[in-house]
Every structure is written in structure tokens, then in C-alpha cells.
């Protein structure tokens, strides 16, 4: 049963520093891995999907990087802003499975 | 494109009535319907699968007679929180689909329920 796993949990950081989300896997014989922006009380804004044949994907000041072998994903934000305050989820897909979903990380970016 | 909605955004009931709420796709075809719940600080726990036209697939310790699910079209899938109770309280999101359960699945913006 595959499962997923996200370290921190909660991670708060002064406005302009890079930061890395960690996002752990099981079963690497995975079909793809999302990332998620969750903001309090609202439903999820995708925003990176990495395909298992990928090593990463980049949107803006986002990287996402998967190294399916070792079961594990990164989630780079460079010059982080107040705005990117939310929280993340990692979620995987293993193609015959419905997502499998992380407990994800709560960000916090002081201004 | 792909954009899925949820209504209501926010439904707070009595303990003991039904709460219908609505997921639709609004510019695909959405072959698979999923629905999630969430609760405060906890990440999305899926409640059931359902491909138009059939039952759904429920994950187990989801009572199929307490949270009903229709997905009768293409584009709406609803789901039906009978007898309400006050531990039914939570975040409800739902995802579509526009191929089996490996393919990408697209949010909807989630419906607050609160059960007094």
C-alpha cells in the first residue's frame, strides 16, 4: 500500500529565503507526482505534475524534482513571498490507484 | 480549461437533515468523480470513486447509505449526506476526471459543511 510522507510538517521562514518541501513515497513504481498549494479553506490549486519518466518540473519560482528510484520528490521555492503562505501536499499516482496523499507542510512566510 | 466547481461553498444544517452537494465539470467530459474529506489540519481522505452511469466505489469504513453518490452525467457528480450529524461536520472536495483513476484528476474548491 503506498504511502506518503512530508517533512516538515510546518516550516516558518523570513520573506526572500529559498526554502525545500520533502516529500517521501513507498512504492516507486509510480504513473506520476503532484504537487499541491492548499490555502486555509479552500480546495487545491495544482501546481506541478511531474510524469515518472521526468526528473523535474518548473513553473516560475517553483522546482519540483522526483527521483522515483529513491521515492522521493522536492519542492523548491526560490525568493519565497508572504504570499506563498499556504500549505503543501504531495500527492502520488500510481495509475491503477485513486491519488495518494501526503499530511502535507503548512508554510509560513514572515514579511 | 479544466475546471471543476462545488456547490454550495458553505452549508450549515441541522442535525438530522440531508445536505445534497454538487461537483460539476464545467469544459470536459468528466469520466471519473472523486470525492474527498477533509478535516481541520488533516490532508484529504478519499471517500468514493464513481464512474458515470455506475455505482460508486466506496474506500473502506465510508457508509455508502449515509454519503450517497450520484454521477448520472458526464459533467455532474453529487453527493448526499443523509441524516446529518455534528461528526459529518468537515470539508468536503471533489476531483473529476476525464479518464480512469490514472489520469489527471482536477479539484473542485471544496464545500464547508457544519452540522449544529
Known amino acids: ?111 | 480549461g479544466a475546471v471543476v466547481s462545488q456547490h454550495p461553498s458553505r452549508v450549515i444544517c441541522k442535525s438530522g437533515t440531508s445536505v445534497k452537494i454538487e461537483c460539476r465539470s464545467l469544459d470536459f467530459q468528466a469520466t471519473t468523480m472523486f470525492w474527498y474529506r477533509q478535516f481541520p489540519k488533516q490532508s484529504l481522505m478519499l471517500m468514493a470513486t464513481s464512474n458515470e452511469g455506475s455505482k460508486a466505489t466506496y474506500e473502506q469504513g465510508v457508509e455508502k447509505d449515509k454519503f450517497l453518490i450520484n454521477h448520472a452525467s458526464l459533467t455532474l457528480s453529487t453527493l448526499t449526506v443523509t441524516s446529518a450529524h455534528p461528526e459529518d461536520s468537515s470539508f468536503y472536495i471533489c476531483s473529476a476526471s476525464s479518464g480512469g483513476i490514472g489520469e489527471t484528476q482536477y479539484f473542485g474548491p471544496g464545500t464547508r459543511l457544519l452540522v449544529l
Open chain 1, 1 to 111: 500500500k503506498q504511502e506518503v510522507t512530508q517533512i516538515p510538517a510546518a516550516l516558518s521562514v523570513p520573506e526572500g529565503e529559498n526554502l525545500v518541501l520533502n516529500c517521501s513515497f513507498t512504492d516507486s513504481a509510480i504513473y506520476n507526482l503532484q504537487w499541491f498549494r492548499q490555502d486555509p479553506g479552500k480546495g487545491l490549486t495544482s501546481l506541478l505534475l511531474i510524469q515518472s519518466s521526468q526528473r523535474e518540473q518548473t513553473s516560475g519560482r517553483l522546482n519540483a524534482s522526483l527521483d522515483k528510484s529513491s521515492g522521493r520528490s522536492t519542492l523548491y521555492i526560490a525568493a519565497s513571498q508572504p504570499g506563498d503562505s499556504a500549505t503543501y501536499l504531495c500527492a502520488v499516482n500510481s495509475g491503477n490507484t485513486p491519488l495518494v496523499f501526503g499530511k502535507g507542510t503548512r508554510l509560513s512566510v514572515i514579511a
